[in-house]
């Protein structure tokens, strides 16, 4: 089976740095800088930023449609589906919108675990963690590496997709990786096996090396 990564995989942006840059109020960097000094987790840096998030319902999905996700990711789920793989998108971003973004992509049905966002009133929002784990070692929001482990307790070998730091702990633990951007060099220096990808089209062709499609037999 193959476990994503969301954002700046699927998306060709990180959705919550992007909500934040718009309508994020003062203090948002300074939770950023803490995360990036390893002075809090990630899990308690995004609830402190989704906290400082002031926009209403209507400029949330206005936002949300101008997102775009890599042109060949629906190609891939459709691949993928032909193999008999069931794809679940895993994140430490936003179950809102990436439910949203994947709808208006026709892409709705794919399986979704991450942080879950609620609205507290007209311009206000919470993050709340079901998928978080005490012994998650980043403190994430979604524990990548509690999740692949589910599906190894179910004898099921994990292709893994993503491409950064969320990535990193989780991406020793796959099958295999696919990687774009930082996850490449993380991957290469220790040696797990892993291919680099660019896009979506990238990881179709190597769809097609590790699980050939079955050919019809006369």
């Not at 950023?32 to 002031?54: F, N």
Request: with cysteine; net charge negative; charged share 25%.
């Amino acid at each position: 089976m193959i476990q994503c990564d969301f954002d700046g995989t699927i998306s060709q942006v990180d959705v919550i740095d992007s909500l934040l840059e718009r309508f994020g109020r003062p203090g948002w960097q300074e939770l950023e800088d803490d995360w990036e000094a390893g002075r809090i987790g990630s899990r308690d840096c995004m609830q402190g930023q989704v906290a400082l998030l002031d926009m209403s319902q209507e400029e949330f999905h206005a936002h949300l449609d101008g997102i775009a996700i890599d042109p060949g990711f629906r190609a891939f789920v459709e691949a993928a589906g032909e193999r008999g793989l069931l794809i679940q998108v895993i994140s430490d971003g936003l179950d809102y919108a990436i439910r949203y973004i994947l709808r208006r992509h026709g892409l709705g049905g794919l399986p979704v675990q991450a942080n879950y966002l609620t609205q507290t009133g007209e311009r206000s929002w919470e993050l709340a963690s079901p998928f978080a784990s005490p012994h998650c070692l980043r403190d994430s929001g979604t524990c990548k590496c509690e999740r692949l482990a589910l599906q190894h307790q179910r004898q099921q070998r994990v292709l893994f997709i993503g491409d950064s730091t969320s990535d990193f702990c989780v991406s020793g633990r796959a099958d295999f990786v696919l990687a774009k951007y930082k996850l490449i060099d993380h991957c290469r220096q220790r040696g797990y096996p892993f291919a680099p990808i660019s896009t979506f089209n990238d990881a179709l062709s190597w769809l097609d090396e590790l699980v050939p499609q079955e050919q019809p037999s006369r």
